[in-house]
């Protein structure tokens, strides 16, 4: 495969920015659901 | 004595059901993109950065035309649909994240087909001025004021920005560009691709369609779990000032 550094390099870019951006929410998620009684969360 | 229980966070089956299947169409995408799928006559292996390329900036469009949909709503009810406004921040921020997936994507694509990484081309420099407007459109949110006022003002700046997206993606024909034209649909909407090609093409679309659902869910329980903390710690912060004052006394 030519040029693979940067064939593989979008991929991680790519998904790498996906797991960055949703482990930074889930665990902004978490800190704050300690501080809200589950009855005021309107999804569950 | 009782088992103290974990407060829920913003996940739910619905979210966990989509997560999964963002994962597993992700995973189907890289497989068919890297492996299965074969390279393009003119471009080679270089085309297989298309199949994160495309569906990131589908994910970013699909985002700002959200944000912009919620902002209609917002200026309609006059800002007095916090819920509303929240899916138009958390679209946008998502939309930001993979615009920005999208330019660095397409700037190692550029490398490898056009010998550089940038150049101020029309279809690159639209992006990144769409790109730069989201920003903006989310240093506004950011704004001082009541969240009524805040909805609107951003609302404002959602509704005209996303007008910017026709100009990007027909940038291409109004100005002579290095970048290629649409891949699947020609002018004639004939599509123009090889059968396999087009079929990682959707894989990534319907992943990334995925990926912002379950982006959006959380982003705006989050935004709203936020709200709900600042509203309790405004109440608290009040009820303390308010046995601080000695009974009839002014402070």
């Known amino acids: 495969m030519e040029s693979i550094e940067f064939i593989i390099g979008s991929y991680l870019l790519t998904f790498g920015a996906i797991a960055v951006v949703a482990a930074r929410m889930l665990r902004r998620a978490r800190s704050l659901s300690h501080r809200v009684p589950d009855e005021e969360k309107y999804w569950l | ?251």
């Open chain 2, 1 to 251: 004595m009782t088992t103290p229980t974990t407060p829920r966070s913003t996940g739910t089956r619905a979210t966990r059901v989509i997560g999964i299947a963002a994962i597993v169409m992700s995973a189907w995408l890289t497989l068919f993109g890297l492996v299965l799928s074969p390279a393009d006559v003119a471009q080679g292996d270089a085309v297989r950065i298309m199949y994160v390329h495309v569906p990131s900036v589908w994910l970013a469009y699909l985002a700002f035309i959200v944000t912009a949909i919620c902002s209609v709503w917002v200026l309609v009810a006059r800002g007095r649909v916090p819920g509303v406004d929240r899916v138009a921040g958390a679209s946008a921020e998502i939309g930001v994240v993979f615009m920005a997936v999208t330019l660095v994507s397409g700037m190692l694509w550029g490398r490898i087909t056009w010998g550089v990484y940038w150049q101020w081309d029309a279809r690159l420099t639209t992006t990144a001025l769409l790109f730069i407007t989201y920003i903006g459109y989310l240093a506004v949110r950011g704004l001082d004021g009541s969240p009524e006022q805040r909805a609107r003002r951003s609302a404002v700046v959602g509704v005209v920005a996303v007008a910017e997206i026709p100009l990007v993606h027909w940038s291409v024909r109004l100005w002579r560009s290095l970048h290629q034209e649409a891949t699947v649909l020609d002018t004639d909407l004939d599509v123009d691709i090889d059968g396999l090609m087009l079929f990682t093409l959707f894989v990534g679309v319907i992943a990334f369609t995925l990926w912002f659902v379950w982006f959006v869910l959380h982003r705006a329980r989050v935004m709203a779990l936020a709200a709900l903390v600042e509203e309790r710690s405004l109440d608290e912060a009040l009820a303390e000032r308010a046995t601080e004052v000695p009974a009839g006394g002014q402070n």
